[in-house]
């Protein structure tokens, strides 16, 4: 599994606002989640950034784009509850 810094930095601030339910602080729960998961860092390139700005998404959250344009250019997959990322024709949702 891949997974782009920004993802590790959208779930910490959910987690601040409560958005995310998870026991313990951000720093341990995203730390364990990371190696229970065992993914792999995917960092950020110029074909991220330049995807990123040329979705086809109504909304213009940056964390949710560099996500997204993350996932289309790693060629995998994102989980995701987001119904606004699940609509963009490009992404491939799980």
Known sequence: MTHGSISVWEAHRLIEK????????????????????????????????????????????????FIAATAIETKVPLLTVEERLRACPELRCL
Do not use: C, H, K, N
């Not at 792999?40 to 909304?59: K, N, V, W």
């Open 18 to 65: 409560q958005r995310l339910p998870v026991t313990g602080g951000p720093r341990e729960w995203i730390g364990q989640a990371l190696r229970a998961l065992q993914v792999r860092e995917a960092g950020t390139t110029f074909g991220i950034a330049m995807r990123s700005r040329s979705l086809a998404l109504d909304y213009p959250d940056p964390a949710d784009r």
